[in-house]
């Protein structure tokens, strides 16, 4: 099976990633697996950057999302 990374917008909230992609971190490289999901912070509140850890709802962050969800 064919497995495309996918990147869509959720509104008011974080980028949301479909692997397979590598998200390269201050850790070190994260492997996200086909199919996997991973969400990107692009509020700037999150303390666990780059991945999104619901800090953008405290703090009022609004954007326009890429679907009707
Ligand atoms: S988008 Fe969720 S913490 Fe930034």
Known sequence: ?????N???NKNG???VTGPI??????????????EKVYLCRCGHSKDKPFCDGS???NGF???GSSDE
Do not use: E, W
């Open 1 to 5: 099976m064919l497995y495309m990374s």
């Open 7 to 9: 990147i869509s917008f």
């Open 14 to 16: 974080p980028m949301v």
């Open 22 to 35: 590598v998200v390269m971190t201050k850790k070190g490289p994260i492997k996200v697996g086909a199919g």
């Open 56 to 58: 953008h709802a405290k």
């Open 62 to 64: 609004t954007a326009d």
